[in-house]
Each structure stands twice: as structure tokens, then as C-alpha cells.
């Protein structure tokens, strides 16, 4: 039933409680986890071209290292992990992700980091709401 399970994740200490509900299932049915970093191009539209790109930069390599700490964690579990980067409109970039990978179940965080928090609620709000794949949102609110 499960054979790809999709976690985006934001970075956040609080993602582990995240991540240990989906290293859990994907354990029981032998799933392939994807992990996904949106860099929120939102975040410097406004800015002028030299300075976008270095926050881009800075935003990518929070996400490579976003999305490396929690595949190494998955990996010492023995789980198949594919990870990923994309740029974009979050909530639009996980279901896109979603459908593109035919991903059965998404696992997410219903708050991020404390400057994120209405924002990634929003994120779970639309992936819950237009997602294909059952969507398993995990309370993080209490762990920032």
C-alpha cells in the first residue's frame, strides 16, 4: 500500500518527531522515503538579482543540509531514501513532487520554525486539502 513515502521537511529541530512516524511506517512496508527541501522563492522575490542569488545560495545549502541530516538518519534505519531540492511555491512544489514520484502517503509537520509558523501551516493546510496521496500530518508545535 505504501511503497513511496514523501517527507518534506524545513529544516527544523522539530522535524524529528516527523521523520521517526515515517521511518516507521516506511520500516513496516519496506517504503522508499523521499525527502524534499522547497527553497521558498517567495522569500526574495523583492530582493535585486545579485543579492536573490546569494540568498539562494544560502537557502540551498540549508537545504542540502536539511535534507542530508534527515536521509542519514533514515539510512542508519536501513530505509531506501531519495532526496531532493526544488525552488519555489511550497505547498505547489510538494504536490507537484507528489504526483511526479506517485508518492502513496505524505508525512509533514503542521508547524515549522518559529518565523515559519503560519506559513508551513498553510503549506500542510493545501497539501492536506489538494494532495491525491493521504496526507499523515504530525503536531510539531510543542517541540520549537
Do not use: C
Not at 521523520?19 to 517567495?42: K, N
Not at 513532487?97 to 518559529?114: C, F, K, R, S, W
Not at 498553510?122 to 503536531?139: C, E, F, G, I, Y
Amino acid at each position: 500500500m505504501y511503497e513511496d513515502i514523501l517527507v518534506p521537511t524545513d529544516g527544523s529541530e522539530s522535524m524529528d518527531a516527523v521523520v521517526e512516524h515515517a521511518a516507521d511506517i516506511a520500516g513496516r512496508r519496506d517504503a522508499t522515503v523521499h525527502v524534499l527541501y522547497v527553497v521558498d522563492d517567495r522569500s526574495f522575490l523583492t530582493l535585486q538579482d545579485g543579492m536573490k542569488s546569494n540568498v539562494e545560495d544560502e537557502l540551498r545549502a540549508e537545504g542540502e543540509t536539511a535534507t542530508t541530516s534527515v536521509t542519514d538518519r533514515l539510512e542508519r534505519d536501513g530505509l531506501a531514501v531519495r532526496a531532493d531540492i526544488r525552488k519555489g511555491n511550497p505547498a505547489d512544489e510538494v504536490l507537484a513532487y507528489a504526483d511526479e514520484a506517485d508518492i502513496d502517503l505524505v508525512v509533514m509537520g503542521t508547524h515549522g520554525a518559529d518565523y515559519e509558523r503560519n506559513m508551513l501551516g498553510s503549506v500542510s493546510q493545501k497539501v492536506v486539502t489538494m494532495s491525491d496521496a493521504p496526507v499523515l500530518t504530525v503536531n510539531i508545535a510543542e517541540q520549537d
